[in-house]
């Protein structure tokens, strides 16, 4: 079947061909406005790059705004060590990658660092995360509520270089020069402890044209994460932190990588598009109405069909459509180029939340079932961990659950 005619009988969409053609018209004679209506202004200082402090209660790069590089890495524990539990290594390794946040943070080399002039004042966060493997009670660590791996989705086609792991660093930052220094740098320190097991790249458009924090987009043109709770309110506390036990102020974390199929998807109509996703592609507002930040209406009806399909992504993940769960989810496009010119492209997807299986594998079930973008992405990469709380001066990472 064609993919496009079978997503518009699937919608029930009709006529969209005209209708996709007039909204497009439109958004062009919208956005040319919006540009002659925008005065063009300096970059605003506080847009520029700055050093992010490493300390506090909880680890500074979850709630951080996205920044334009994004290098997630998976590392395995040296076989040796995972078989005899061996807690003081584990401990010694977050102790010298503590040392190293500390300095990269800042702006300045790692101790032995060959380069220490790659290092810059970049916003730079590195999160770090255990994997299934090495909590529970086989290591003293209890795991936090309803930590545990993601049961298989019939639409997943996991390969192993993309998934599990035992110790992630998540690394995030304004270039990526720095961001890739750091990533070497904490790879090469683990050395004794660890070995890479996979490393995955991307890169996000976080702020508009004067620096301002802005949704960004996927390689969809979506406007993606509009309706994330907001870091500092009462709504992102309890959806994302840890607030009892030792991993208090901690969170979960799931790594998607989600190839996305673009051939077939820039078959469709743009009307077609934004059926799928039930969200205008300019703004990213509900189809139902309002801006980018207004919630969706699912009753809404029009000529006796809903307004947002039935298998639309914004009905089918939306809180009411899922027991009130949420999650905070960020993304980083991604395109690997092979020595022939051909290129997969896709979204790391990062999902945060305090209860994995309580609040994440709900949603993705969910999704799973039918969610329209299912028929042009595909997760080929999955992986789960545990983020520690947070450090302050003088301790360590994971001194909660190690000391």
């Known amino acids: 079947m064609n993919p496009s005619l079978g997503r518009r009988r699937l919608l029930g969409y009709v006529g969209t061909a005209v209708a996709g053609a007039a909204a497009g018209a439109g958004a062009?004679?919208?956005?040319?406005?919006?540009?002659?209506?925008?005065?063009?202004?300096?970059?605003?200082?506080?847009a520029l790059p700055r050093v992010v402090s490493p300390y506090g209660v909880h680890q500074p790069g979850v709630a951080a705004h996205p920044t334009a590089v994004t290098e997630v890495v998976a590392l395995d524990l040296r076989p040796e060590l995972k078989r005899s539990r061996d807690r003081e290594s584990l401990a010694r390794l977050m102790r010298v990658w503590t040392g190293d946040v500390e300095s990269l943070a800042a702006g300045r080399g790692t101790p032995g660092d060959t380069a220490p002039w790659l290092a810059a004042v970049a916003d730079l966060t590195v999160t770090v995360g255990l994997g299934p493997g090495?909590?529970?009670?086989?290591?003293?660590?209890?795991?936090?509520?309803g930590f545990a791996r993601v049961p298989a989705m019939k639409h997943d086609r996991l390969q192993e270089e993309w998934t599990g792991g035992d110790l992630l660093l998540l690394v995030c930052g304004a270039d990526a020069t720095t961001v890739g220094h750091a990533v070497r740098r904490l790879v090469a320190d683990a050395r004794p402890f660890a070995t890479l097991r996979w490393r995955q790249q991307g890169a996000w458009r976080g702020r508009d044209e004067q620096g301002r924090p802005q949704t960004g987009r996927n390689l969809f043109g979506q406007v993606d994460g509009s309706a994330n709770p907001?870091?500092?309110?009462d709504l992102f506390d309890t959806t994302v932190w840890i607030d009892r036990g030792p991993w208090a102020g901690g969170t979960t974390l799931v790594v998607r990588r989600i190839r996305m199929d673009l051939p077939t998807w820039d078959e469709l109509t743009r009307a077609e598009q934004e059926e799928s996703v039930g969200r205008r592609l300019d703004d990213g507002a509900p189809l139902t109405g309002g801006t980018e930040l207004s919630d969706v209406d699912l009753a809404a009806r029009k000529d006796g069909r809903w307004v947002i399909a039935e298998e639309a992504h914004a009905r089918r993940t939306h809180p009411s459509t899922n027991g009130g769960r949420r999650l905070f989810r960020k993304g980083a496009n991604y395109e690997l180029v092979g020595a022939g010119g051909e290129s997969e492209t896709g979204l790391i997807f990062q999902s945060f939340q305090r209860n994995l299986t309580g609040q994440f594998v709900p949603i993705q079930q969910m999704m799973d079932a039918a969610d329209a973008l299912n028929e042009w992405t595909t997760a080929v990469g999955s992986a789960e961990f545990a983020i520690l709380p947070g450090f302050g001066e003088g301790e360590w990472l994971g001194h909660q659950l190690l000391a």
């Open 230 to 233: 907001k870091p500092g309110t």
């Open 28 to 46: 062009g004679v919208v956005g040319a406005q919006a540009l002659e209506e925008t005065p063009a202004k300096p970059a605003r200082s506080e």
């Open 134 to 145: 090495l909590v529970g009670e086989e290591w003293g660590i209890a795991a936090p509520d």
